[in-house]
């Protein structure tokens, strides 16, 4: 007898004879020091986690000791510091790399870190042709949304070229490049966009690696075999998974039509994912668990689409640092799914839809398109430096913001049920979140110092770093594989700030396009609309002054490289009627200073989501006053919890401004305000 339903006389689904095994089960960590970051791994794998991804600090991701000025206050701030070997060594103390799978965020020091993990791996006695993990190593994304880039795109792109070439060789079960569509999500990237832009990526890389003639013709297989992306998902959970197949789909085409590869099992398409943070609320920030969940099911729910690893976001990101208690939380959400749930004992849930099969085809034929509009201008790198890919994602984000500010586009708690309860997980803001001690930064620098002045004696009797870094130094002048001279170098104690600035002497460094001057206006400053009351204020505050325009600094001070609100806060007022000074992402405050007096500027805007904002405000704001600038007032945002807030402003800061703050129009409108008060006008009585 048939297993029916009997209602509708349809087979009823049955579950498979094998349960699926669950994804690897990650949490995005490390912070402080070394010493810390490795308690954090230990407890969180003994909690039943099973893999391990590393979240390295600003200096770190973009080539600077701890003791450089720019790594001023970002010193173990978003991830661990490591510099060197020992730190690398105190990072996996206890832990047995050849039986781990480690994913390391990192990107134009990929490399380094990739050879520090390997020396250590070695140290341990593991066989490196069993190392599993990943290095992230996708340089398009930091040129348009993460800002962790130091080299040009073609030095860069050599960079990876070079390390998946040894990795094919040396290290067969590593993935050496991660193509990351994450960030370009989170800088406002629509499903299409995410998968053209990360497409085309891979595209620009399998090109590169044909070319460069290392990898021979019928090893292409195993190098498209190790390619795995990094993707986002968002709360909108069907279009999300509809996404994902159709990310598999054409996978499977450009690898099939352009490089030939023939095994469908090397034609995977292999992902892990970190689901949304762009979407995590500071307002009523319990809500964020809910959207978890709802973006960890786009990437689970489909087997024919699931993700091979999965990250999820703290509840408290958008408030500061997780705690490891909010770490585990995020854990056991994945952990209840895989192992209460029947999801793995079933085939794909979704086959035979006639919606989802249509969203995917849509998502396909529109990703197809984009993608050869790209390859019609070059190719992803070309992309990246006329500025086309960067100008199509601030736009995207700009009119993001402006459904949200409108209200098209309802995010709970911020724009829509407002009112709320008191929350007993914030009451004590203080301990909601996890802080890192500012003697933390004196302590790694003191380190640093100590291994730079004892690496050659023992126990450890590294030869003198000078001849690796010459040797570094001429293949990276020549076409010499550079992964062997990087294994010198880590081998030798060479530090992450004297490798990266070997390099930078021979490649010099990028300043990425802003797309700030190329974006279109979002929104409609029509008669009766907020901004065109804004830009009233604008000029009449102008005529006032007795300038032509208002002018409005914005700056990005230290290493924090995620500049979507600074962009967006600058084409706002831009709209508004400011003339607008942004020079782009890692300036030192002195640099800012400098900026503000020689444009003449009536305001500064300072834009930090790294921590960093309690050591590099107060440094604007004293450069400021010593240069006799004090009626030019200064504007902070980013993630700033309250108390950093309140002493921000004790400081001088004119108005701080957090996530919970989505109307951009009417914070230009208070930055008019500011700018008034400063020049002792009387307040206008038009409404912002």
């Known amino acids: 007898m048939r297993n029916v339903d009997a209602d509708t006389e349809r087979p009823r689904a049955q579950p498979q004879k094998e349960r699926d095994r669950p994804w690897l089960m990650r949490t995005y960590a490390g912070h402080s020091t070394a010493e810390a970051s490795n308690e954090l791994y230990r407890r969180n794998l003994a909690k039943g986690q099973t893999g391990l991804s590393v979240a390295f600090d600003l200096p770190t991701q973009t080539g600077y000791d701890p003791d450089h000025i720019l790594a001023r206050g970002e010193v173990g701030r978003v991830g661990v510091p490591v510099s060197h070997l020992g730190d690398m060594r105190r990072l996996f103390q206890d832990i047995p790399l050849e039986q781990m799978n480690t994913s390391m965020t990192i990107n134009a020091t990929a490399m380094w870190l990739l050879a520090l993990y390997q020396v250590v791996a070695e140290e341990q006695g593991a066989d490196i042709t069993k190392l599993q993990g990943t290095t992230q190593n996708d340089i398009v994304k930091e040129y348009l949304s993460r800002g962790t880039h130091v080299f ?14 040894y990795t094919v060789s040396h290290i067969p079960k590593w993935n050496p490049i991660n193509i990351c569509s994450y960030h370009l999500q989170e800088a406002g990237a629509t499903p299409v966009q995410e998968i053209a832009y990360a497409m085309s990526t891979a ?12 990898v021979p013709e019928e090893r292409m297989g195993d190098v498209v075999a190790r390619i795995s992306f990094f993707v986002n998902a968002g709360v909108r959970f069907v279009e999300e998974m509809c996404k994902m197949r159709a990310f598999g789909r054409i996978w499977d085409k450009v690898t099939r039509e352009r490089y030939g590869i023939q095994d469908p099992k090397q034609r995977r398409f292999r992902y892990g994912v970190q689901v949304n943070s762009l979407g995590l609320t500071e307002a009523q920030p319990e809500n964020n668990v809910q959207r978890i969940v709802l973006e960890m099911l786009a990437v689970t729910l489909s087997k024919d689409a699931r993700a091979r690893a999965v990250q999820l976001p703290a509840w408290n990101e958008a408030l500061g640092l997780p705690r490891p208690w909010d770490q585990q939380w995020s854990l056991r959400i994945q952990q209840v799914l895989a192992h209460e749930s029947d999801l793995l004992e079933y ?10 099969e249509a969203k995917v085809e849509a998502l396909v034929e529109e990703s197809l398109a984009e993608i050869e509009r790209i390859q019609e201008m070059g190719g992803a790198m070309a992309a990246v430096e006329s500025g086309y890919l960067k100008s199509q994602l601030v736009a995207s984000h700009a009119e993001r913001r402006a459904r949200i500010e409108s209200g098209q586009e309802k995010i709970v708690g911020v724009n829509i049920f407002e009112t709320t309860e008191p929350n007993p997980l914030t009451a004590d803001l203080d301990t909601a979140i996890q802080t890192v001690d500012p003697a933390v930064e004196e302590q790694v620098i003191a380190a640093l110092q100590h291994w730079r002045d004892t690496r050659y004696q023992p126990p450890f009797n590294h030869p003198r770093p000078c001849k690796a870094l010459e040797r570094l130094k001429e293949a990276a002048k020549g076409t010499d594989n550079l992964m062997e001279a990087t294994l010198e170098c880590a081998r030798a104690g060479v530090t992450t700030g004297e490798w990266a600035g070997a390099l930078r002497e021979v490649f010099g460094e990028f300043r990425a396009p802003t797309g700030v001057s ?3 206006v979002a929104v409609t400053a ?3 609309t907020a901004l065109a009351e804004v830009r009233r204020k604008v000029e009449l505050t102008a005529q006032d002054m007795n300038v032509g325009k208002l002018r409005f600094l914005v700056g990005k001070p230290g ?3 995620h500049s979507n609100g600074a962009e967006q806060i600058a084409v706002r007022a831009r709209d508004a009627g400011f003339e607008v000074v942004y020079q782009g992402i890692r300036l030192t405050p002195e640099q800012i200073v400098d900026a503000a007096l020689a444009e003449d500027v009536h305001a500064v805007g300072l834009s930090i989501l ?7 405000v107060p440094d604007v704001l004293e450069r400021l006053r010593v240069a006799g600038a004090t009626d030019i007032p200064v504007i902070a945002g980013g993630i700033i919890p309250n108390g950093d807030a309140e002493q921000l402003k004790a400081a001088g800061v004119a108005a701080v401004f957090t996530p919970k703050d989505f109307d951009i129009t009417g914070i230009i409108g208070r930055i008019v305000d500011e700018i008034r008060k400063a020049n002792k006008l009387d307040p206008l009585e038009v409404p912002a």
Do not use: C, Y
């Open 610 to 616: 790294s921590g960093s904002h309690a050591q590099l």
């Open 203 to 214: 595209i620009a890389v399998l090109d590169a690696v044909k070319a460069g003639g290392q």
């Open 518 to 520: 190329s974006a279109p």
């Open 526 to 528: 029509a008669e009766g």
């Open 152 to 165: 040009p795109p073609g030095p860069s792109l050599r960079l990876t070229t070079d390390m998946i070439a």
């Open 347 to 356: 085939d794909d849930i979704f086959e035979g839809s006639k919606v989802i």
């Open 559 to 561: 290493l924090d490289g």
